[in-house]
């Protein structure tokens, strides 16, 4: 009977054993960096850095990719509800969800890094590119100040414009305004092929897109009341701005297959001559390069509808890493992020990538295209640096309604009710649940 | 007391037999507790709560979460999606599969080809059908050229009329999915139904011809009756399967135009990743649960019906 019993708990035990060492951390190097990242078309020159550190140094740095971005987020936020977060990674949600990792205690402060030395590393970068990493004095998500990220790089949203197309219809320069934008489209459609892509099913694009003319049209502050809650999206201003969808719907300057197509497919598009427009990221002439290396294309920014205030496009956030505040590498890992925020090595990404480097004076030779990109940082800004940010529930509706009104399934008025019902909910639901 | 029950032959203390037996079934509970009995209640207990993922705080915040969720109209519309996805999927799926099985049940030549190619669908990754049924779908078209080989094929035979942006048009986004989604799951149809049909007693065939039955009513008469349980199983697995489709859905649409092929799932996934609400995923995920749970009930009681008869 003993033995059966042995016989049968020695099984059980041995089950439990490996369950239990399942689900304890990995015998990983304990010496070794860990770096979880996103960013496909880097991470074998990652890697060539990784083992240039290795002999340099005889530190390990392992680099491991997880993508697509949507799917890394996932991980990083499960890796940190089980505190198994990396040596280094990056927060690629938008700007609350990275002060709930700081103010959780998931990320270091860097502050004392940057400002070490007379402030040597923080002045080898590009003011636009570290400002999306810093949480000023009494910022309004309560994080204590610093900064608690290293850009890699920085990236402008911008329009692409096939060069070819538009010279075959005696077109030498790109279009200033939006009513020159307008009347050319028409003749690129005249002529078969469509006018301006992109991947708005991709939610952030078409949010991108709509915050760059939302600026335009009514300036920063009133978005920014909006977002407080102080302006309706019933407003005059904010139908005129649904109504540039509609718009460009209406005169085919864009395909309805547009808020079906993820940015990928909108690449290949343009990369294949299919598209005289596209709106994309500096990221996309590494793209582009790849898909058709004989494409010629200028970069420009969207055409301007209004004069009365400056049209800003996204830029300066790029990739950025930070530091488990957990991790017992903390010095390595910051020392690691200097030797790759370094010249040599940011120059040497910038190359192999056609990325725009963070370091200011690792402006290496440049593809043009590239450094038209770069041109729009004299005239961006991003969420990160704004002084409000909307509800998640309300940008999901405000970017699905966008789709609805393209598609011609509701009006702009329709959809801006939709918006503020929701807007309305929310902002009620805070002040319940405060 | 306790002699009592002693000495009516009742003994509360687990005994060597007990004991080695549980010892056996140990390892199983302890898999099953972890992965299956732990995450149902800390979903049940997230859904009580505003949670962000992230924080460590989790205030609890009772029933909020369903009660959100009763006047949420996207879910109930994600709810409506896959029902109608599954209906496509009960009737078109399974009928295509049905008859493909009663074909290649037959002495018809090349038969293990057509089980081999039949079977392939089920079996190529769901991303990647997606994507190359994204490239069969798509809209748009240069100089009267479609880019979307559907597009090209209707326009080849005059059919210019149906040309569509097959994703993007809210009449049909949906129906494609379904349809996509059928012709994905369809081989596991068929492979139930041929191992059904094969085990069928030949004699039957034959009893039934001697009596003059025709094609058809031995159909209804033998085949039918006998394929039940087979059928059903096949039910159950395609309404399972059915309600629960995202894959597609992520790589087709990613849930648009607006919210037209809009799943529970992704409604789910949304909540989570993009929204940062896990509280009232949990509370989606624990409702969308009851819903699965209460469509099987339904089906098993009618499966017993069926069986009585």
Redesign the interface.
Known sequence: MIKNLFAGLLPAVFAALILISGCSGSAKDQSAITVWHWMVDRHEVFVELAKQYYEETGILVDFQLFAPSDIYSQKITAAAQARILPDIFGVLDVRSIFAKFIKNGFILNLNDSFNENNEEWKKSFFEKALAVNVFEESNHYGVEPGIYAVPLDVTTEMMVYNKAVLQDLGVQAPPATFEEFLTLAEKIRAEGITPLVSGWSELWLIDCFASNYAFNIMGQDKVMATFRGEVPYTDPDWIKLFGIFQLLAQKNIIDQGIVTKSNKFAEQDFALGRAAFAFNGSWGVNVYHDMNPNITYGVMPPPAISKEYPFLVWGGAGSSFVINRGTPNKDKAIAFLKWLTQKEQQQFLAEKTKNLPANRYALADLPSELYEFSKGMENSTHPTIWPAEEDLLVKEKFTKGLQSIIIGEKEPEEVAREVQEIKERQMQRAKNRR | MHQENNKAGYNFLPS??I??????I??AL??FA?FYIYPFFETFNLAMR?W?????ER?F?GFLNFKDLIHDKIWWQSVWHAFYITLFALTFQNALAFCLALACDREIRAKNFYRLVFFIPPVLSEVVVGFVW?WIL???????QY?GLLNHWLASIGLNSLVT?W????KT?LTVIAVVHSWKGFGWGFVMFLAGLQVIDHELYEAARVDGADAWKTFWNVTVPMMLPVILVVLILTILGSMQAFVLVLS???G????HTEVPVTRIL?S??????YGYACALGVTFGLILIALSAALKKIEKRMTRI
């Open positions: 060597k037999d004991l080695t037996s549980f010892s056996f140990l390892p302890i898999i972890v505003d962000d993922g992230i924080s460590f205030p915040i994204k798509e809209g748009g078209a240069q100089n009267g880019f942006d994703l993007s048009n809210p986004a087709m649409t990613r648009g135009p607006g919210f949304w989570m990743v993009t929204t940062q609400q």
